[in-house]
């Protein structure tokens, strides 16, 4: 966890940032997370459900004590992984930028961060919230299909100039399409059907006790 100041032992730590909501945490997920770590040699991924994400609808969002413990119970026995409450506990809307800022002054000077998002996040990043200062607080990892290659948005553009777009952009890492999803998942929960090797077996276990996303 970001609070552990103490016992981080490397100075200059190369650390994966996920956030998301985890609406539930799935296979896709860890796939992707352990896919960036060992492609950059990252010395590990803390996951970060937003309490509030300020691009997503709220309307089917499981409670934050239910996520948070999903993604607990999705990552336990990696020790690449850990889980951090950061954003739920500052509440509100979860902003980047702010993690960011909290993380920095948790951490050693010399960690860098990086900052795992999908292809499909490009689109809005000219409306995230001081995209300018986060650039400057971590390194983006674009995570696209083999062969996908993604450019600066007109907008991305006009909002941070052209040099800065390009190094937001600068460190993509290609994996196989996985085709799971969150969306997919709590449908599949509502209509009564199977989501076995979609997410982790304590994860599904969790949803049926809960009766989530009934």
């Known amino acids: 966890m970001a609070n552990r100041k103490s016992k981080i032992e490397n100075p200059k730590s190369k650390i994966g940032l996920f956030g998301g909501s985890f609406n539930p945490i799935h296979l896709g997920h860890l796939i992707l997370a352990e896919a960036v770590r060992d492609q950059l040699a990252l010395d590990k991924v803390i996951f970060i459900p937003a309490h509030c994400s300020p691009h997503k609808s709220q309307r089917l969002l499981a409670p934050a004590p239910d996520r948070a413990r999903m993604v607990r119970l999705a990552i336990r026995g990696n020790p690449r992984f850990e889980f951090s409450d950061i954003e739920l506990k500052r509440r509100g809307r979860s902003y980047t930028v702010e993690t960011l800022r909290q993380l920095h002054a948790a951490y050693p000077p010399q960690t860098e961060f990086f900052f795992l998002i ?20 971590c ?7 083999p062969g996908g290659k993604v450019a600066p948005t007109p907008k991305l553009v006009k909002a941070v ?54």
């Open 118 to 137: 999908g292809a499909d996040t490009i689109p809005e990043l000219s409306e995230w919230r001081e995209i300018g200062a986060l650039a400057k607080l």
């Open 139 to 145: 390194q983006f990892v674009v995570v696209n299909r």
């Open 161 to 214: 100039g052209n040099r800065v777009a390009r190094r937001i952009l600068s460190t993509q890492v290609a994996i196989p399409p996985i085709g799971i999803s969150s969306t997919d998942i709590r449908r599949r929960v509502q209509a009564g059907r199977s989501i076995a090797y979609l997410v982790p077996a304590p994860v599904g276990r969790y949803i049926a006790a809960h009766a989530l996303y009934r």
